[in-house]
T-cell receptor, first 112, second 117 residues
Framework: GENVEQHPSTLSVQEGDSAVIKCTYS??????FPWYKQELGKRPQLIID?????GEKKDQRIAVTLNKTAKHFSLHITETQPEDSAVYFC???????????FGQGTELSVKP | NAGVMQNPRHLVRRRGQEARLRCSPM?????VYWYRQLPEEGLKFMVY????????ESGMPKERFSAEFPKEGPSILRIQQVVRGDSAAYFC???????????????FGQGTRLTVV
C-alpha cells in the first residue's frame, strides 16, 4: 500500500549539533523523495529532494541519503541553528498516479 | 511568478454551510494536489487533478467533498454541509508535469484555514 513512515516524531538538539530524521517507504517503484520544512502557520517548503538514481545529495548544511534496497531515506542537518526549528516532512512519489505521500512529520527543536 | 495562490486564507463557516476553497497553481503548472492537515498532524492526500480531469481522488471522503480544475480558472475544493470535524488547514500544491518518474517538484500554497463553528 501507499505508506511512508517517519521517525522520530519529535527531536530536540543543542545548537551546533547534528539532526537526523529517517523515513521508510513501501512501494519499491517510488523514485522521487522530497523533504519539506513547515514553520508554524506557514506552507510546507521544499528544502531538498533526491531521485532514485543517486544515493546522496548535499546542499550546504543539509544532506539526504537514499537506500533503495532497504527502502530508507534520511535527512541530515549539520551545525543546527535555532532557525532550523520547524516540522520536517518526508515524502515519496507513488508511481500509481504520481502523487506525493507524506510521512507523519518530525518536530525539530534546536535549543540555543 | 506569484507562486501557488490559495484563497481565502481563513474561512469560518457554520455547521451545515458550504465551504469553497480556491487554488491557482503556479504559471505553467497543470497538475494540482489537495492535502488536508489537522492541527499538529501530517499532510493527508485528498485529490490529484489535471486540467479538467480528476486523476486520483482516493483520499477524498465519498460524501460532501468534491474537487474540480476547470479549463479556465482556479481549482476548487468544495465541502458541502460542513461539520466541526472538517476544521483543518487545506493546502494545495502544483507541479508542471506528472510527478511520476521523479522529473519534477511540487510547490505548496499558503493554505486555507477552515474553522467550522
Amino acid at each position: 500500500g501507499e505508506n511512508v513512515e517517519q521517525h522520530p516524531s519529535t527531536l530536540s538538539v543543542q545548537e551546533g549539533d547534528s539532526a537526523v530524521i529517517k523515513c521508510t517507504y513501501s512501494d519499491s517503484a517510488s523514485n522521487y523523495f522530497p523533504w519539506y520544512k513547515q514553520e508554524l502557520g506557514k506552507r510546507p517548503q521544499l528544502i531538498i529532494d533526491i531521485r532514485s538514481n543517486v544515493g546522496e545529495k548535499k546542499d550546504q548544511r543539509i544532506a539526504v541519503t537514499l537506500n533503495k534496497t532497504a527502502k530508507h531515506f534520511s535527512l541530515h542537518i549539520t551545525e543546527t541553528q535555532p532557525e532550523d526549528s520547524a516540522v520536517y516532512f518526508c515524502a515519496a512519489v507513488y508511481n500509481q498516479g504520481g502523487k506525493l505521500i507524506f510521512g507523519q512529520g518530525t518536530e525539530l527543536s534546536v535549543k540555543p | 511568478n506569484a507562486g501557488v495562490m490559495q484563497n481565502p486564507r481563513h474561512l469560518v463557516r457554520r455547521r451545515g454551510q458550504e465551504a469553497r476553497l480556491r487554488c491557482s497553481p503556479m504559471k505553467g503548472h497543470s497538475h494540482v494536489y489537495w492535502y488536508r492537515q489537522l492541527p499538529e498532524e501530517g499532510l493527508k492526500f485528498m485529490v490529484y487533478l489535471q486540467k479538467e480531469n480528476i486523476i486520483d481522488e482516493s483520499g477524498m471522503p465519498k460524501e460532501r467533498f468534491s474537487a474540480e480544475f476547470p479549463k479556465e480558472g482556479p481549482s476548487i475544493l468544495r465541502i458541502q454541509q460542513v461539520v466541526r470535524g472538517d476544521s483543518a488547514a487545506y493546502f494545495c500544491a502544483s507541479s508542471p508535469r506528472l510527478m511520476q518518474g521523479g522529473n519534477t517538484e511540487a510547490f505548496f500554497g499558503q493554505g486555507t484555514r477552515l474553522t467550522v463553528v
